[in-house]
């Protein structure tokens, strides 16, 4: 399945939250499972790919500016 990138809000982050452009993702094997519809805990609408990096693009109005522009990856654990 695609997503087209107009299907997903993108509004304001809140304060200590930031927004990221991903630049790539992993699949993990439960994802893997959900794509074949083995998995009934992960099905669409749900995105897939929890392992990602990117660039910050915008950040809360607490947050500093100097983040925007920044490499960064996620701790899907959290």
Not at 15 to 44: D, F, I, K, T
Not at 45 to 61: C, K
Request: hydrophobic share 40%; charged share 15%.
């Amino acid at each position: 399945m695609r997503w087209d990138s107009s299907e997903i809000s993108t509004s304001r982050p809140q304060p200590g939250w930031a927004v990221m452009q991903v630049a790539a993702a992993g699949v993990c094997g439960s994802e893997l499972s959900a794509y074949l519809g083995h998995n009934e805990l992960r099905q669409p609408p749900l995105i897939m790919g929890h392992e990602f990096s990117g660039t910050i693009t915008a950040v809360g109005r607490s947050e500093d500016a100097d983040w925007i522009g920044r490499l960064v990856t996620s701790n899907p654990l959290i």
